[in-house]
């Protein structure tokens, strides 16, 4: 398992080119609704703009409105706008002056511990202050010490010098309020048109992963389980989702966020916001190391979770099988292998994730809160420009909070987007798979003259399983192909429905080679009959006409009725409207084959391939398919495979196969007479029935006494 899990790594590394080209792919992808996505980028920086002119207003309305009473205040005249009357004065402070107006004598209002006091001069520096028991005020500042007379102010006093300030701090909370709603506006935008823009990229690269999955040869599927294809459309492409909705919304409004902060750092003070700088270089280092750890684990986790979506559908496939021959122990130990290597290696990407999370987004937010206090506790307060304001400070603690949000944001979504990725690489390595694109083009029903001109086919190098294969079939002619098991008899179909294209010769209808044709337009006049037919979920009469509306029920109903099928479903509750279940779970092996019959007759093909189509069938429902056949051969050309020789008795050519080669060939009479292997087979299989027919017959009478 472990070899076969790192030969699957090294296929992604060659099929995606790594991480790298998975991204540019993404982003690819999101240009195709870049519209929607230019837009939401817009609120994005719209409501995170205004989101963090919050801490700004707040400077404003601490270091004016409320701070701003410690700043000089000057005599002014009564009645004027600001002015505040204080013991029969009126004063205005400093920044409420017109450029013209008169100012008196200059008087402060300083806070000293809890109480504010008046002191009615200039004060000359500003340092630590003291209100005494006589009334005055002691300022010191390192040696300086100066005293100055003070009144300490009443609750009505101090409110009367607040009181012009109250219009301008209600008016920037009211634009605070606004700004709050703006921003809650824009980002509901933002994170609605981020979300829906995901999910329409998520519905495109599903619809082209699925495109794709019809687009890949039928080649492809014989390697690789359902299970890991179910996982690619679906687990790993929603992975994806919530790397557009979550991480790259996390990522973008982070970006954004920290650009805006690291702006208004600077904007307040720019040694500070270089010093905070150090944490960019620190984030990217930590994204790399960590992708690179990472990448690994995730790798498996997604390998492991397809080999799990791979047993899972297998062992629902053959639960009958699993049942019968008791291994469900055995299927528990082989999921449990896989289940425990998923567990173990999501174990260390946790370990790893709470290693390198919160801890270290802890240690970073230590060291910026540490420069903070020795900035502010230092050359800040003790520099020639004296001491910060109380707004700029408060400013600075609110950006350095509101800075670690998205860095906490982005560290939680890195273990998504290394899932993200490494799904990514997955789908596109689906997507870069050489397929063949769908053919919408029509041609007319052709004849059905088939011809096999020296085919050979190989399924692996060097292993043919035909060898130059010749024969020709007319437009009416039913050809019959018999063998034993791996003789060739399936491959020669394969080839003619061009599930696989030929290694050498050529295979034609009508006079044109079949590889020049589109596979769809050239499959839209053929029909088959499988030994184990397929049904979908749906309705009797969905299965037969495949839900194409140009097939009208009366064209069902006659198609059902040509095979005998209308007999057989006749105890429906619904008739052909009764519900079909996944595969046909709950009809007859020889209900589900009559359906089958009767889907491919409703599409009128003109070449007919049987492919042991009455292996499943009892012998009464065979006779009704034999009879019916008799009817709806006409005209067609008609390949059979069969392992009962009676059901072929009347075909135009039979050829028998051995080991790849035509070794015999003619019609039945022609055959018996040869005495061949054909002979020898027919012989074995009518000894079974006469044996058969004896080993019921009933015991003979006795013999009468005379």
């Known amino acids: 398992m472990e070899n076969e899990l790192d030969q699957y790594d090294l296929d992604i590394d060659r099929g ?140 009505s006093e101090l409110y009367g010098f607040f009181r012009p300030e109250l219009g301008g701090l209600l008016q920037l909370c009211w634009f605070y309020f606004a700004l709050i709603l703006l921003s809650a506006v824009f ?29 890949l040869p039928v080649r492809y599927f014989d390697n690789l389980p359902a299970g890991k294809v179910v996982s690619r459309i679906t687990n790993d492409t929603e992975s994806i989702r919530e790397l557009y909705v979550t991480v790259l919304a996390n990522f973008f409004t982070g970006t954004i966020y920290m650009a805006g902060i690291f702006g208004a750092l600077f904007f307040l003070d720019v040694q500070l916001a270089a010093i905070c700088l150090f944490i960019v270089p620190v984030l990217l280092v930590w994204i790399y190391l960590y992708g690179k750890i990472a990448k ?167 292993e043919n399983v035909l060898k130059g294969i010749n024969f020709e079939a007319k437009q009416g002619q039913t050809v019959a192909l018999i063998g034993h098991t791996g003789s060739g008899k399936s491959s020669i179909i394969n080839l003619l429905f061009r599930f696989y294209d030929v290694n050498k010769g050529r295979i034609t209808i009508d006079g044109v080679d079949t590889r020049t044709m589109p596979r769809q337009s050239m499959r839209e006049h053929m029909g088959i009959v499988l030994q184990d037919p397929f049904l979908f979920t749906g309705t009797i009469a969905t299965n037969v006409s495949m839900n194409d509306p140009s097939i009208t029920r009366e064209r069902i109903e006659k198609a059902l009725a040509d095979v005998g099928a209308d007999r057989a479903l006749r105890h429906l509750p619904s008739g052909i409207d009764e519900p079909v279940l996944e595969k046909g779970s709950t009809l007859s092996a020889g209900q589900r084959q009559l359906i089958s019959f009767a889907r491919a007759l409703a599409f009128d093909p003109a070449i007919l391939i049987l492919d042991e189509a009455t292996s499943n069938i009892d012998t009464e429902t065979e006779a009704l398919i034999q009879d019916a056949l008799e009817v709806v051969k006409k005209g067609r050309t008609t390949f059979i495979i069969a392992h009962r020789l009676s059901t072929i008795k009347n075909a135009d050519l039979i050829l028998v196969l051995d080991r790849g080669e035509i070794v015999e060939r003619g019609n039945h009479e022609e055959l018996i007479q040869k005495k061949g292997k054909y002979f020898q087979m027919y012989q074995l299989q009518q000894g079974e029935k006469v044996a058969a027919v004896e080993n019921v017959a009933p015991a003979a009478p006795a013999a009468v006494m005379p």
Do not use: C
């Open 187 to 215: 980002a509901y935008g933002q994170r609605y048109m981020l979300q829906a823009t995901a999910n329409r990229i998520i519905r495109r690269m599903r619809t082209d992963v699925f495109g794709q999955v019809n687009r």
């Open 16 to 155: 995606s080119r790594g991480k790298s080209a998975a991204a540019l792919r993404l982003f690819r992808y999101a240009l195709q609704f870049k519209a929607p996505l230019i837009a939401a980028m817009l609120m994005l920086a719209v409501s995170v703009g205004t989101e963090l002119a919050g801490p700004l207003i707040a400077k404003r309305i601490i270091d004016v409105h409320i701070s701003g009473i410690e700043q000089p205040w000057y005599g002014a005249e009564a009645g004027s706008k600001y002015a505040v009357e204080y013991e029969g004065a009126y004063y205005k402070r400093q920044d409420h002056f017109e450029p013209q107006e008169e100012r008196g004598g200059e008087v402060r209002v300083l806070q000293a511990g809890r109480e504010y006091v008046f002191v009615p001069q200039a004060v000359a520096f500003d340092g630590s202050r003291t209100l005494q028991d006589n009334g005055t005020l002691l300022i010191t500042r390192g040696e300086e010490r100066a005293v100055y007379p003070a009144e300490e102010l009443s609750t």
């Open 296 to 462: 690994r684990y995730n790798r498996i986790i997604r390998s492991t979770l397809s080999e799990i979506n791979g047993r899972i559908n297998e062992s629902i496939q053959g639960m009958s099988i699993i049942r019968a021959f008791r291994k469900e122990k055995k299927m528990e130990q082989e999921f449990e292998e896989y289940n425990e290597r998923n567990f173990t290696y999501k174990n260390k990407l946790l370990s790893l994730n709470s290693l390198t999370g919160h801890n270290l987004v802890g240690v970073i937010r230590n060291i910026a809160y540490v420069a903070l206090i020795w900035y502010f506790g230092g050359p800040a307060v003790t520099g020639p420009e004296g001491v910060v304001s109380l707004g700029v400070l408060y400013a600075f603690v609110d950006y350095l909070n509101r800075l670690f949000n998205p860095i906490v944001n982005i560290v939680n979504q890195l273990p998504n987007m290394e899932t993200a990725l490494v799904s990514a690489e997955r789908v596109f390595v689906l997507l870069d798979e050489e397929g063949e694109d769908v053919s919408d083009k029509k041609l007319p029903r052709y004849k059905g003259n088939v011809a096999f001109e020296d085919v050979w086919f190989a399924y692996k190098d060097n």
